[in-house]
């Protein structure tokens, strides 16, 4: 996997040999713990034309809002 994008303790967005875009995540507050969640094509359009905002905004949603991304 190739790294992209990394904000140390706040997430980081790789993208690997399949072409896939995968965000983790940094959640939790006492205990820490990652969420990795692959880009749906309309966020990987989003990130393309609003770059690192648009995963700075992503990252926020997920650390804030775990539950709504593990399935």
Same mark, same amino acid.
């Given at each position: 996997?190739?790294?992209?994008? $990394?904000? #140390?303790? $706040?997430?980081?967005?790789?993208?690997?040999?399949?072409?896939?875009?995968?965000?983790?995540?940094?959640?939790?507050?006492?205990?820490?713990? %990652?969420? %990795?969640?692959?880009?749906?094509? %309309?966020?990987?359009?989003?990130?393309?034309? #609003?770059? %690192?905002?648009?995963?700075?905004?992503?990252?926020?949603?997920?650390?804030?809002?775990?539950? $709504?991304?593990l $399935?």
């Open positions: 996997m190739k790294e992209l994008l $990394k904000k #140390q303790w $706040k997430y980081t967005l790789y993208v690997n040999e399949v072409g896939a875009y995968i965000l983790t995540v940094i959640c939790g507050t006492i205990g820490l713990y %990652e969420v %990795e969640h692959v880009l749906t094509n %309309e966020q990987l359009l989003k990130y393309k034309n #609003q770059g %690192e905002t648009f995963i700075d905004a992503l990252a926020n949603d997920i650390s804030y809002t775990p539950k $709504k991304y $399935k």
